[in-house]
């Protein structure tokens, strides 16, 4: 599976949208983009995926690029309850059905 | 809730005690899944298994033994481990490889 790349850290102010990025450089054809967060001491939450276009759902949008070498995690008006580790994953949807967790962008919404 | 329930939510054992954590899913998933997550390092895959059978183990040592007695339940039995296994345990299940995983609360685990 491809490798992804997300900063360390991440600071939103509430209400304001929060923009997450993610590069995926190596992505091939079949691999999907995955996101998902976790708040402190909770299992991971499924936000989102893609595989070229983008796509909106009650939680999110995922702006993937044309050559979907990378990714923008957009939630619209970010709220304290956003706050978490949120991480990029690229699955190529293999045979052995993994997720591969990188270190991920912790976000902080502010007040 | 997710559809993946772990118990027990919190487990303190001594390393000589043998334990198991449970994960249930009525989800109708194929696939399931047992993560470790250690402080402040990123979530590790420790085994996968597929329609119940094991189809990775991620160089996980052997005092974890998992089991998956059928497509609902996975178990992850705990002997003779030690203070550094001390981590929070995940379970995940999913669909397929192109569907969303679902992940259970997880079970802090405590090694004395």
Known sequence: ?111 | ETGVTQTPRHLVMGMTNKKSLKCEQHLGHNAMYWYKQSAKKPLELMFVYNFKEQTENNSVPSRFSPECPNSSHLFLHLHTLQPEDSALYLCASSQSANTEAFFGQGTRLTVV
Request: hydrophobic share 30%; with cysteine; proline share 5%.
């Open chain 1, 1 to 111: 599976d491809a490798k992804t790349t997300q900063p360390t850290s991440m600071d939103c102010a509430e209400g304001r949208a929060a923009n997450l990025p993610c590069n995926h450089s190596t992505i091939s054809g079949n691999e999907y983009v995955y996101w998902y967060r976790q708040i402190h001491s909770q299992g991971p939450q499924y936000i989102i995926h893609g595989l070229k276009n983008n796509e909106t759902n009650e939680m999110a949008s995922l702006i993937i690029t044309e050559d979907r070498k990378s990714s923008t995690l957009i939630l619209p008006h970010a709220t304290l309850r956003d706050t978490a580790v949120y991480y990029c994953i690229v699955n190529s949807g293999g045979s052995n059905y993994k997720l591969t967790f990188g270190k991920g962008t912790l976000l902080t919404v502010n007040p």
